[in-house]
């Protein structure tokens, strides 16, 4: 409840304002059993067509007031409920981004993508019926019983033992229904995580024809979803029906206790029949929110924990301000991901000066992107330093080290938008003749010019309209348009054809302003002419040096090398 208080909180005029219409209304219905006794008691068996006409005409006035009142305290309910429900999604997507890789990871993307909808909306909606029902409910209760025993006092006791009953029903739904919503929200995390990766995947899926496969994964998590709910749900189809069975026992003991009640008071009997009635919907709607509350509970907090989670890297207290020229040093680096029990990266020491090519190659997992991904900050070394122009990359101001670094990841990212919006992710500012000259550098302003709408031509989400080696060629576009300092090249060219490449990379090496490039590649001949080739296996720096010295030196990139080139050792 310490989330919604904390939302509610910067709303209290409308919630105040809202509760206002709520009683107002509240108090309508509590008014008309009392004004139909005077018609029955007073006009009916007087005969007294006046009063019948004069309490009439009141009761249509109050029941016209609660409309109106019913009307307004919606209309704020509604707003004042999505109004939060918008604070809550954009605080945590702001929270989301404002995290470390290594948070997304612990929280997982699809559990993330759940919290954000689904437990926004659960919480959403409690809100909405508490401004609507949840106050509404105990202020008709508690004035139907009020009225009740005042109207007719002997009433008391079998309304103190009916309430008794259905209060501990209410809190015996609430201790059996909890850990049954919370872990019906786990589940639904389950199902979106599973139906995420078909749709990332579908290509490869239909490739391989592991239809069914995906089929059963499916079903899988839809009928642990559906078994969780079902489990859940049962609480209140227990519960509910006990609740009514009490409530309606007790009119049956109202009336019998009312047996032998006087004639010229028998509006007085309908009128406690009628509270007994409102006490009985009254407490059913306490029923319906308690169960919405319980599920609103459990979201609450797994969206406190987005909230509430310590990002893993904290911003510099005395962030090194200088201008990054684009020196590189590891010392004795190792990395751990959070969860395994093997180093990613061991021990790993080198430095690459601004201008220099750095290649980086090794078998599949030996630690290659994971390495880069240090330099940026995507991911603080477990120990060991980073450090860039001789500074801690910890020490550095975010900002200031993103700008200056450009990254081309290994899977070519793009999105939804036009081209010239996808290539000024690079640099907001970016005229046109930037755009074009680092497009020309990627070789793909000759296949954007063929488009029919040029740099204006829209692209689907993900850039599902381009071939793979389209979306490298624009998404290393992308990364020379912000002119880095560093520029990290993440086997960013494997959809392209040699020739291609050779391209590429003869551009890349003709840039006005160099940076130092790190360049990562399964190709040997991609890497063999770099100043600077890194050998990595099993997360260990194997050599480093120019390939003439590592065909000497590295048995590993010696492999690498007669594996794909093949013929005598010669260089």
């Known amino acids: 409840m310490k989330l919604i208080l904390r939302y509610l909180r910067r709303h209290t005029g409308i919630f105040l304002i809202s509760t206002l219409f709520l009683t107002l209304e509240a108090a309508a219905d509590l008014l008309q059993p009392t004004l139909m006794s005077y018609i029955v008691d007073e006009g009916v068996s007087r005969a007294s067509v006046g009063m019948i006409l004069r ?293 790993i020491s080198f430095q690459a000066l601004p201008g220099e090519t750095v290649g980086i190659i090794g078998p599949t997992g030996s630690g290659k992107t994971t390495l880069v991904n240090l330099i940026p900050r995507l991911y603080d070394a477990s120990s060991g330093r980073v450090l860039i122009d001789g500074a801690d990359v910890r020490q550095i101001e975010e900002k200031r080290l993103r700008r200056a670094v450009g990254v081309v990841a290994q899977k070519a990212l793009l999105f939804s938008g036009s081209i010239r919006e996808n290539l000024r992710w690079g640099r907001e500012d970016a005229d046109d003749e930037t755009l074009r000259r680092a497009a020309r550098i990627a070789c793909a302003d000759g296949f954007v010019m063929k488009t029919e709408k040029e740099y204006d031509t829209r692209l689907g989400q993900g850039g599902v309209n381009l071939s793979g080696g389209q979306k490298q060629r624009l998404s290393l576009a992308r990364a020379l348009v912000r002119d880095p300092r560093i520029l990290i090249l993440d086997d960013c060219t494997s959809a392209l054809d040699a020739q291609t490449e050779a391209a590429v990379l003869k551009g890349l090496r003709g840039m006005e302003r160099k940076a130092t490039v790190f360049l990562i590649s399964q190709r040997i001949s991609t890497v063999m002419r770099a100043d600077r080739i890194l050998c990595l296996d099993n997360g260990r720096l194997q050599g480093c040096g120019t390939h003439e010295e590592l065909m000497k030196s590295c048995g590993t990139y010696r492999e690498i090398y007669l594996s794909q080139i093949g013929g005598e050792e010669h260089v």
């Not at 019913?70 to 945590?92: K, P």
């Not at 003991?253 to 007085?268: P, Y």
């Open 55 to 347: 309490c009439g005409a009141v009761m249509l006035a109050v029941a016209a007031a609660g409309a109106c009142a019913a009307v307004l305290r919606n209309v704020f309910s509604t707003r004042t409920s999505q109004t939060i429900g918008r604070e809550m999604r954009r605080d945590m997507y702001a929270k989301v981004q404002s995290l470390s890789l290594e948070n997304i990871d612990h929280l997982q993307p699809a559990s993330i993508i759940t919290r954000i909808t689904n437990d926004v909306t659960q919480v959403q909606d409690f809100i909405n019926g508490i401004m609507r029902i949840m106050a509404k409910a105990p202020i008709t209760c508690v004035g139907a019983i009020v009225l009740i025993v005042l109207r007719t006092p002997r009433q008391a006791p079998v309304m103190a033992v009916i309430l008794t009953i259905a209060a501990l029903l209410i809190l015996g739904n609430m201790r059996v229904g909890y850990p049954r919503f919370g872990r019906v929200q786990r589940k639904l995390d389950r199902l979106n995580g599973v139906t995420r990766e078909f749709l990332s995947s579908v290509r490869v899926v239909k490739a391989f024809r592991a239809e069914e496969e995906e089929t059963e994964k499916f079903d899988i998590a839809s009928a642990e979803l559906a078994q969780a709910n079902t489990s859940a749900l049962r609480s209140m189809a227990v519960f509910s029906p006990l609740i009514s069975l009490t409530i309606n026992f007790g009119i049956v003991m109202l009336l019998w206790v009312s047996r032998e009640q006087n004639a010229s008071e028998i509006g007085r009997l309908m009128a406690s029949v009628n509270y007994m009635t409102q006490v009985l919907f009254a407490v059913g709607m306490i029923a319906n929110v308690i169960n919405t509350a319980v599920r609103a509970i459990a979201s609450s907090e797994r969206i406190l924990e987005v909230l509430e989670e310590r990002p893993a890297q904290q911003p510099p207290a005395d962030p090194v301000r200088t201008d990054i020229s684009g020196t590189v040093t590891f010392e004795d680096v190792s990395f751990t991901y959070a969860g395994a029990g093997k180093e990613a990266l061991s021990h």
